[in-house]
């Protein structure tokens, strides 16, 4: 994976293909926010929702794109190689909003962590950290990380962790075939995963305690919140006065924080259009 992320970094320092430089409708004056915040859309797996992704981006231009972790999975293309079109087009996307003087900061995960060993670098003018600090317009201090450091099955068990990313992936599949069939009944979208979830009590217990403990440590650096992913479940609100804020995935949730240029931050889901070239957004929560 470190060869592929080199040659990602050739091959954005000079550029994609001349068609790629289209953007038919451009980006100008579109929904345009003051920052935007991602993770977790495990390009390299079919579960990826590219095309949700690349009209979401369209729609929202930003002064800067945090890229927070989980962008590309390794772990899934060490295990078979899936990298249609689609997943081409937002890389080439995020270099050509980078080139276009967007600020855009990529925090690795674990899905993605061979690019820890680039933190520091910069690729086609996409900067790789280990952490940051983000600073709203109205003076709050935001660590953003991807968050998995504070889980315990990455961190103790990490066997544990591959076979739960086997089983999500089969829960995936099956969840595809499901709402195919929902459908062509005329049904809208349901998780079986976020279902599954909601009922078991350990998992509850387990996201629970995931986001005590990244706000917990983002009161304890004397910052005023914390911007995570990981645990693919979007969600804004506040813990013992510390702002936590996850801006989900694009496996299922299609969601992302944005901030706008009052300084307020919005948690957006985002529903494409079905045979439409524009989306809209339903605002979950702003603060």
Request: proline residues 3%; glycine residues 10%; neutral net charge.
């Amino acid at each position: 994976m470190r060869t592929s992320f080199e040659a990602l970094n050739q091959w954005a320092t000079q550029g994609p293909p001349v068609e790629a430089e289209a953007d038919p409708g451009g980006e100008e004056g579109r929904n345009r926010v003051r920052a935007v915040f991602i993770s977790d859309l495990h390009l390299g797996t079919p579960g990826c929702q590219a095309e949700a992704l690349l009209d979401f981006l369209k729609h929202h231009p930003s002064d800067t794109l945090y890229l927070v972790g989980d962008i590309i999975d390794g772990w899934q293309l060490r295990r078979r190689w899936f990298w249609p079109q689609a997943h081409n087009d937002v890389v080439q996307k995020l270099l050509r909003r980078a080139r276009k003087g967007c600020q855009i900061i990529f925090i690795p995960g674990n899905h993605d962590e061979f690019a820890r060993g680039f933190v520091g670098h910069s690729f086609g003018g996409i900067e790789v950290v280990e952490q940051a600090i983000h600073t709203t317009l109205d003076g709050r201090r935001l660590w953003v990380i991807h968050g998995d450091h504070f889980d315990g099955v990455i961190q103790c068990a990490k066997w544990l962790a591959y076979l739960g990313d086997n089983l999500y992936e089969l829960l995936l599949r099956l969840n595809r075939h499901l709402n195919n069939l929902r459908g062509r009944l005329g049904l809208p979208y349901w998780s079986l995963s976020a279902y599954l979830k909601g009922k078991v009590k350990k998992a509850l217990n387990y996201v629970m305690d995931f986001e005590v403990a990244v706000a917990t440590e983002a009161r304890r650096r004397g910052l005023d919140g914390v911007v995570c992913g990981h645990i693919h479940r979007a969600e804004m609100r506040t813990i013992q006065g510390t702002l936590y804020c996850n801006d989900g995935d694009w496996v299922e949730s299609h969601t992302a924080l944005v901030e706008h240029f009052d300084g307020r931050l919005e948690l957006v889901h985002w529903n494409p259009s079905l045979g439409q070239p524009h989306g809209s957004a339903i605002k979950a929560l702003s603060v």
